[in-house]
């Protein structure tokens, strides 16, 4: 069974400090997919990143970066100089390789609230 | 504006009503998905439908019924609910073939409140 840990529910912080959202997984998939999702107070959830198993590089886009240790089994996400828009809940998921028809059917942690006060 | 729209938005019904949330989408996919979200859990997958097939059904009780009658259209019709199925209801699609990157598209959900 497949299952995401994101052990922090809220985290507040000031405007353009740096700020890490943790995120843990197990599996027993040899081969898997990591993502992180961001749900603004509309609802809609809005994809940032996959990872493949195999990728241990470590990523950056602009503000956002993504740490991703397999000996731990952690992704974690890091904002840098975060602003008043990055706030939102954050997920976490997981999914292993599509079935053949080709959907990925991804488990989520219960996501972080990340609050950024100006 | 996303490609995934859902209605309607807010959803009050009582546990006799039967009601049914409209999900469609504009980005030429070919998977959709139901997803539940409630308080302090995790979003839970609910179906699956991939080239209108439903390939998952995760144990969903049978007062949740999905349709799927093209590849831009996923319906769940909902009857006889009770107070714990209140939650917001998410759509979701994908390319469902060997183009699949894994990528979500959400619509904004449907929140249901059932009294």
């Known amino acids: 069974a497949q299952k995401v840990t994101q052990a922090q529910t809220e985290i507040s912080v000031v405007e353009k400090e740096d700020v890490t959202l943790d995120c843990v997984y197990e599996?027993?998939?040899?081969?898997?997919?990591l993502f992180w999702y961001k749900q603004p107070p509309s609802g809609e959830l809005v994809f940032l990143i996959r990872r493949n198993s195999f990728d241990e590089q470590n990523e950056i886009s602009g503000r956002y970066s993504w740490n991703f240790q397999k000996s731990t089994s952690s992704f974690n996400f890091t904002i840098t100089a975060s602003q008043v828009v990055d706030s939102a809940v954050y997920f976490c998921a997981l999914s292993a390789l599509p079935s053949g028809a080709g959907s990925y059917q991804l488990t989520f942690g219960k996501g972080t609230k990340l609050s950024v006060i100006p | 504006e996303t490609g995934v729209t859902q209605t309607p938005r807010h959803l009050v019904m009582g546990m006799t009503n039967k009601k049914s949330l409209k999900c469609e989408q504009h980005?030429?996919?070919?998977?959709m998905y139901w997803y539940k979200q409630s308080a302090k859990k995790p979003l839970e997958l609910m179906f699956v439908y991939n080239f209108k097939e439903q390939t998952e059904n995760n144990s969903v009780p049978s007062r949740f019924s999905p349709e799927c009658p093209n590849s831009s259209h996923l319906f769940l019709h909902l009857h006889t609910l009770q107070p714990e199925d209140s939650a917001l209801y998410l759509c979701a699609s994908s390319q469902g073939n060997g183009a699949n990157t894994g990528e979500l598209f959400f619509g904004e959900g449907s929140r249901l409140t059932v009294l």
């Open positions: 599996t027993r998939d040899t081969t898997y997919y």
């Open positions: 980005l030429g996919h070919n998977a």
